[in-house]
């Protein structure tokens, strides 16, 4: 059997179901759930970041102490945003889980 676009999706919610089900005991009611879309854009920030060569910064690692605002320092601008949604992944479904304990 060929694995196609499809089945990936399918095999990917499946399995973001079943993690918020068994660690934060939520019930992911869709396939636009939240929790998993945070899921799926930590997944998509850890895939650009381990890209080998991705970033400039990798070769000159003083780039990494130029301002935000300069142009060519997209990086950090991505980095700040890609930090947010790594922290949500950890804070909001946590967040959830306790305040279903708390009840």
Sequence with gaps: MVL??????????ALGTTVMDVVYGIQVV?????YVSI???SAAAFSEVVA???FLVELFPALAYVP???PGAQFKRDAAKWALDVAALREVP?????DAMVR
Excluded at 4 to 13: K, L, M, P, Q
Excluded at 30 to 34: L, M, S, T
Excluded at 94 to 98: C, D, L, N, Q, Y
């Design 52 to 54: 080998p060569g991705r």
């Design 39 to 41: 899921a799926e854009r």
């Design 94 to 98: 946590w967040g959830a889980a306790v």
């Design 30 to 34: 869709d396939e636009n759930d939240k």
């Design 4 to 13: 196609n676009a499809v089945h990936a999706d399918r095999i990917r919610s």
């Design 68 to 70: 935000t605002w300069l």
